[in-house]
Structures are given as C-alpha cells and as structure tokens.
C-alpha cells in the first residue's frame, strides 16, 4: 500500500528551526513530485512548495522563500522540510504530499500530516 | 500569485439534496483545478482533477465543470458521508487553495 510516513509531533520555541520528514514507500518514489502543504488550526490548507525527487529542484511559495528549504534522499526514498525562525503564526499540521505521476501538481496521496507548535 | 475565493464559506444542506459550490479565480486557469473533500482531523482526499476528471474510487454523484475562472464542484445526492469542508486548488501558476467550504447538515 502506497505511504507516505512523517516524522513526529513536535513542539518548538519561537525562533527555533524545524526539519520534518517524509518516507515514501510502495511506488516509484523518482516519478512523482512532493509537495508540502500546511493547515493552522481552523484553518485552510496553504501550499507551500515542491521537490523533485528525481533531480531534487524546488520551488516554493512565495511566502516562503528564504524560509524554507525542500531536501529529499534518493537512497533511503525520503524527503524533508525545513522551516527556520518559527513564529507562533507557524503553529500547524504540515502534510506531505504526492502528486500524481502524468500531473505533478495533483495532489493524489497525502500523509497523515505533522502538527508542529511553536509557544515559548 | 493567483486568489482563489469559494463560495459559500458554509453550506447547510440535507440527506439527498443537489448542491454546488462555486470557486473563482483572479485570473484563466483553462482547466487546472482540483478539487478536495477533507473531514475532521483527517488529511484531505483528492476528487476531481482537470476542473472535470473524477479521481478514481470517487462516487459518480460528485463532478466538476467550468474554465477559465470560474468552477463548480456539484454534488448531486448529499449522502451522509459527504458532510465535510471542501477545496477548491488551482495549478495553472505552482498552486493556491481556495478557504474552503464547511458542508453541514440542516
């Protein structure tokens, strides 16, 4: 059965760094693109950027950049997220995302998603 | 970057009844727009692609039509199942997400 396993609740104080992961397993990992989308508490889903797990080039939101870093592992099928300078507006569930083979932005298979919290 | 806005934000709607929801985008999307049910505390699910291709495994009562800017999601025969928070994503333009919106029971 086709997974995508994230890593962890975790809970991280404002300014702090966080690096989610993301194990893919049970399809052709290099032939499907990975997204990152997120979802604060009541709130709607935002998109956060995509990764290549093949050649490993990114593209993220514009919100995003210079915050964010996409990173993936070809030898153990896993991609990463890293999130810098948290702040309490950074509070929620992050999934990881797969998008379907003939069109890389459909997103066909998500993880159980993340819950990252950010309070000093 | 390309706004999306749904509409209603909440819609009350009983066993058995026709309902649309609406998404517009700020600009032409031709025909790349997804949408997604999501129930509480779960991850969303993909229904329809390509603003009409029915994603496998999904029920014929849920289909999409439009272009351009603007789409509908209908469902034609609210089952219970089908009480959740619906999304509408465009991928013309990397993607954005529309705010969703709530489906209740009447």
């Known amino acids: 059965q086709e997974q995508l396993v994230q890593s962890g609740a975790e809970v991280k104080k404002p300014g702090a760094s966080v690096k989610i992961s993301c194990k893919a397993s049970?399809?052709?990992?290099?032939?499907?693109?990975v997204h990152w989308v997120r979802q604060a508490p009541g709130q709607g889903l935002e998109w956060m950027g995509i990764i290549s797990p093949s050649g490993g080039s990114t593209s993220y939101a514009q919100k995003f950049q210079g915050r964010v870093t996409m990173t993936r592992d070809t030898s153990t099928i896993t991609v990463y997220m890293d999130l810098s300078s948290l702040r309490s507006e950074d509070t929620a569930v992050y999934y990881c995302?797969?998008?379907?083979?003939?069109?890389?932005?459909?997103?066909?298979?998500w993880g159980h998603g993340t819950l990252i919290a950010v309070s000093s | 970057d390309i706004q999306m806005t749904q509409s209603p934000s909440t819609l009350s709607a009983s066993v058995g009844d026709r309902v649309t929801i609406t998404c517009r985008a700020s600009?032409?999307?031709?025909?790349?727009l997804a949408w997604y049910q999501q129930k509480p505390g779960k991850a969303p699910t993909l229904l329809i692609y390509?603003?009409?291709t029915l994603e496998g495994g999904v029920p014929s009562r849920f289909s999409g039509s439009g272009s351009g800017t603007e789409f509908t999601l209908t469902i034609s025969s609210l089952q219970p199942d089908d009480f959740a928070t619906y999304y509408c994503?465009?991928?013309?333009?990397?993607?954005?997400f529309g705010q969703g919106t709530k489906l209740e029971i009447k």
């Open positions: 995302v797969r998008g379907k083979e003939d069109s890389g932005y459909v997103l066909d298979h």
């Open positions: 390509k603003a009409s």
């Open positions: 994503q465009q991928y013309d333009s990397y993607s954005t």
């Open positions: 049970e399809y052709k990992f290099n032939s499907h693109y």
């Open positions: 600009r032409s999307l031709t025909t790349w």
